[in-house]
């Protein structure tokens, strides 16, 4: 059964501090991808990676940044947690060169305090 | 700019019927169109895919339709069931960097189907 797994369910941090959010697929997939969700706004990317090493931004990058040094895995890290990254994040990952579906992690609550 | 427009309000439905979801766009020029389901705490999950050149794909109790011409895909649910009840998201897919294909999602609509 396919699989991506984050680290996290739910995460409470304080503003200022670095967060690292981490997420790993175990399909062989080239392309990664994080989102932010919240009510009313939908998915939003934030940061795509279609290679290790490679990343593009999304709609919203900024206050982010992402690292992929391997192909199963991609990070993202928020430099200085703020209030207003409180948020719903979820990873996906999709074959590149063709269209296929996302696979979705489970996601991660994030709460900046 | 480019927009993806999904009802916003939830749509509440009696069992047994067919639920209809619109998903509405402008400004974009898609070569395909995805929709996925997803339930409260949970990531998408993937249901259909459909070309610019397929007017209709079905799959089970479900069927999408996609109108260039319109702007718009249509998503249906025959002889909706209580567990159907989610909220469901159109996404439309563009060419983008390194040979990938990004989807852009809508903000959903929300299915409620009562007993």
């Known amino acids: 059964d396919v699989k991506v797994t984050q680290s996290s369910r739910y995460l409470v941090k304080r503003t200022g501090e670095k967060v690292f959010l981490e997420c790993v697929q175990d399909?062989?997939?080239?392309?990664m991808f994080w989102y932010r969700q919240d009510p009313g706004l939908g998915l939003r990317l934030i940061y795509f990676?279609?290679?290790?090493?490679?990343?593009e931004k999304g709609d919203i990058p900024e206050g982010y940044s992402v690292s992929r040094e391997k192909k199963e895995r991609f990070s993202l890290i928020l430099e200085s947690a703020s209030t207003n990254q409180t948020s719903m994040y979820l990873c996906?990952?999709?074959?590149?060169?063709?269209?296929?579906?996302?696979?979705f992690g489970p996601g991660t609550r994030l709460t900046v305090t | 700019s480019q927009k993806i427009e999904q009802n916003s309000e939830a749509l509440n439905i009696q069992e047994g019927k067919t639920a209809t979801l619109t998903c509405n766009y402008t400004n974009y020029s898609p070569a395909y169109l995805q929709w996925y389901r997803q339930d409260p705490g949970r990531g998408p999950v993937f249901l259909l895919l459909?070309?610019?050149?397929?007017k209709e794909k079905r799959k089970e109790r479900l069927k999408v339709t996609f109108d260039t011409t319109l702007k718009q895909s249509l998503f249906h649910i025959t002889a909706s069931q209580p567990a159907d009840s989610a909220t469901y998201l159109c996404?439309?897919?563009?060419?983008?960097?390194?040979?990938?294909?990004?989807?852009?999602f809508g903000r959903g609509t929300s299915l409620i189907v009562h007993p």
């Open positions: 990676s279609y290679d290790v090493k490679m990343k």
């Open positions: 996906a990952s999709n074959e590149r060169d063709v269209v296929r579906e996302q696979y």
């Open positions: 399909m062989d997939h080239e392309n």
């Open positions: 459909i070309r610019e050149n397929e």
């Open positions: 996404a439309l897919v563009v060419p983008a960097s390194g040979g990938s294909y990004i989807p852009t």
